[in-house]
Nanobody
């Protein structure tokens, strides 16, 4: 069993930066692929980024490529999402997810077994 807790969300002006953190509990965390998803009001949850169990391979949605960076620290049981050059359209609840079968190419929700409760990111124009 893995529990995921996100933090680091908040209100930021367009062009600003935020760093989201996801703290994971459970001995199997280091073997899981991890991902970030987001859900804006009135929209479906969408893929943002994913990282392999080792951290060596990453993947991004086209909408965030070049602005967001995913990383992980297996020793600390944490996954991060560095978000730069934020835009109002990045406003959403951001969710951390993990799965034993997930990889850096995992972009569908069903590929993940565990989910955090989400953290709100609001970008003002």
């Amino acid at each position: 069993q893995v529990q995921l807790v996100e933090s680091g969300g908040g209100l930021v002006q367009a062009g600003g930066s935020l760093r989201l953190s996801c703290a994971a509990s459970g001995r199997t965390f280091s073997s899981y692929g991890m991902g970030w998803f987001r859900q804006a009001p009135g929209k479906e949850r969408e893929f943002v980024s994913a990282i392999s169990w080792s951290g060596g391979v990453t993947g991004y949605a086209d909408s965030v490529k070049g602005r967001f960076t995913i990383s992980r620290d297996n020793a600390k049981g944490a996954v991060y999402l560095q978000m730069n050059s934020l835009k109002p359209e990045d406003t959403a609840v951001y969710y951390c997810a993990g799965g034993s079968r997930a990889s850096s190419r995992s972009r569908r929700e069903y590929e993940y077994d565990y989910w955090g409760q989400g953290t709100q990111v609001t970008v003002s124009s």
